[in-house]
């Protein structure tokens, strides 16, 4: 398709998903009051709500039926499990199909008050956050940690793949741990601290949460290193390291679909320098 193409049925897909985050808020009886926000790549739409409870978050998932399944497509009500931390908690979930082709999912959940600490998953400016942010970001990893569960972030055979064919060499994946599974700055809150989007959390190679956050913070040198400092004791031991390979894998498979190209040549040189 020619470019102009392309936009245009950019536009309508997007027209399409606010339908049907119309058609869900229209099922749980609240009116969306916020503007809209997409994920990535538009298969998601979310806004503020309110209803006769008050304010309330509405999110709307679109796949392909034969996709609309598993782990990943109820991440975000299984995360009610997680107790303890700030985040969303999921209310209340309608599903549709349409025409047997993909499945809508609606969410409502609780409202979480801030702003996004970035518009994209890469930080580009630094960023200035008390001590106590930092606190609650290690806090809320560690109870994280803890949570028992069966739910899997990718499976070893995957993660072995994406390191091999990224770096050449392969991993050591004897730890895991529990992971919210796509920690960046796009998820996170400020000024108060606050943790969205539970869609991907389940089993991961130990570190890999804070291995993530610093590989989408190299582009900003001095909260990089604050991201380290808070995560020091998880980055520089060997499954620490492991993870980082295995989050800098995963960031460069997102620059191989045309995301974050910049983020490319700092995340070998990180790699590269691993012991």
Excluded at 51 to 63: D, F, H, I, N, V
């Amino acid at each position: 398709m020619a470019p102009n193409e392309i936009d245009q049925s950019d536009e309508l897909f997007a027209a399409w998903m606010r339908e049907n985050l119309d058609r869900a808020a229209e099922h749980f009886e609240v009116s969306v009051v916020g503007e809209p926000v997409f994920g990535w790549r538009s298969r998601s739409i979310g806004a503020a709500v309110l209803g006769p409870a008050g304010p309330r978050w509405l999110r709307l998932a679109s796949e392909e039926t034969r996709w609309a399944e598993g782990d990943w497509w109820t991440g975000n009500a299984d995360a009610n499990a997680i107790t303890g931390v700030r985040k969303p908690r999921v209310l209340g979930v309608v599903e549709w199909d349409l025409e047997d082709v993909r499945r809508q999912r609606g969410e409502l959940m609780t409202f979480v008050p801030g702003r996004r600490c970035s518009e994209s998953d890469v930080l580009r400016a630094e960023l200035d956050l008390p001590a106590e942010w930092w606190d609650e970001l290690r806090r809320t990893t560690e109870v994280v940690r803890a949570v028992p569960t069966q739910r899997m972030r990718r499976d070893e055979p995957h993660i072995r793949r994406a390191v091999r064919e990224k770096f050449g060499v392969e991993p050591d994946l004897a730890e895991w741990e529990t992971a919210h599974g796509d920690l960046h700055w796009a998820n996170l809150l400020e000024p108060r601290f606050g943790l969205l989007d539970w869609e991907l959390w389940g089993r991961a190679p130990a570190g890999t949460d804070a291995a993530t956050l610093y590989c989408y913070s190299l582009l900003a040198p001095r909260t990089a290193e604050r991201v380290h400092r808070t995560f020091a004791d998880v980055l520089d031991s060997d499954p620490g390291r492991t993870a980082l390979r295995y989050a800098a894998a995963r960031a460069l498979h997102r620059v191989d679909m045309g995301d974050h190209p910049d983020l490319a040549e700092p995340l070998h040189e990180l790699v590269a320098g691993l012991p």
